[in-house]
């Protein structure tokens, strides 16, 4: 297989209503060495045969319609990448968004030339669900790496590329996190990446259009409201639960030892409570990528909101 052949992972369950626009941007990308594996979780609606009339016009072998675990779409996206071969770099992409035109080449150019492992994202454009941007999204100035990624999920996957050495590592640590139940396919790969010393790349310039609707999987987290649901979530005891659920997919990898002691420094932050959580989050070096963000992790470590 070509060294810039990227094998692209889409998760899919009833996404009729959009999936026509988000295959034409594929089809339209400039980066044109490209195949597509669609995992369907079990839809009921058109999805299936949007996905088989494309196949159906693209070279024989391009696109591929398999089916899902029907266990959710982070389980869906872990699924596939058992399916990407040896040699090949892999994306992810969501159902309902418009690839725009130059997005896989600047990930490839991004990419091309790095020896280890390497996590290439990008911002996006966020859109109403017609497609009229909003906004762009957040521009995160603090540094990648591993101690953000253990509590932010920065590396979107909806723009999501990685090179073949970090394909290799996702596999061999999916099993892992379907075992942990982990809540974000995303999140996930970020810390996988950033705990094994990847390269890691945030583009500044957009690579897709980010569509929000009422069936949106996630949704944007750069409005008020967003953010104020994310704190009460945080000081309620389920962020903790998220990070127990990371924490226990990497333990079991043979991770580099400043990472194995920057988790062990996570699990004592998760298990205490006042001046010893925050003493561990201090030694851990944890943070994200705002001010008030890292300071409400802080608050909900010293209150022992973590720990429920």
Not at 15 to 37: C, E, F, R, V
Not at 110 to 133: N, S
Request: aromatic share 6%; with cysteine.
């Amino acid at each position: 297989m070509h060294a810039h052949h990227v094998v692209i992972l889409m998760a899919t369950w009833q996404g009729a209503p959009h999936l026509g626009t988000q295959l034409d941007s594929i089809a339209a990308q400039t980066h044109a060495d490209w195949s597509l594996i669609v995992s369907d979780d079990g839809s009921t609606d058109e999805t299936r045969q949007i996905v088989e009339r494309f196949a159906a016009d693209r070279p024989a072998g391009q696109v591929r319609l398999v089916d899902g675990p029907r266990a959710g779409a982070t389980r869906n996206f872990l699924s596939l990448l058992d399916h990407v071969p040896p040699d090949a770099s892999a994306a992810f992409c969501d159902q309902d968004d418009q690839w725009l035109p130059h997005k896989l080449a600047r990930a490839v150019s991004a990419l091309q030339g790095l020896a280890g492992p390497a996590h290439y994202a990008a911002r996006t454009i966020i859109t109403d669900a017609d497609l009229r941007p909003l906004a762009p999204s957040r521009r995160f100035l603090r540094p990648l790496g591993f101690r953000n990624a253990l509590v932010q999920a920065c590396m979107a996957g909806n723009t999501s590329v990685f090179n073949r050495h970090a394909v290799a590592l996702l596999q061999h640590a999916a099993p892992h996190a379907m075992r942990a139940g982990v809540i974000s396919h995303d999140w996930w790969a970020y810390q996988v990446s950033a705990g094994y010393g990847a390269t890691l790349i945030h583009d500044p310039e957009p690579g897709l259009l980010y569509r929000q609707h009422a069936r949106s999987e996630v949704g944007r987290n750069d409005t008020l409201p967003a953010l104020a649901a994310r704190l009460r979530k945080l000081m309620a005891g389920q962020f903790g639960g998220w990070l127990r659920a990371n924490r226990a997919s990497l333990l079991p990898l043979d991770l580099p030892s400043d990472s194995r002691a920057t988790l062990a420094h996570l699990g004592r932050m998760l298990d205490s409570t006042g001046p010893q959580a925050m003493m561990a989050m201090r030694r851990g070096g944890f943070y994200r990528q705002t001010r008030p963000g890292t300071a409400a992790l802080a608050l909900s470590a010293l209150t022992g909101a973590l720990r429920a």
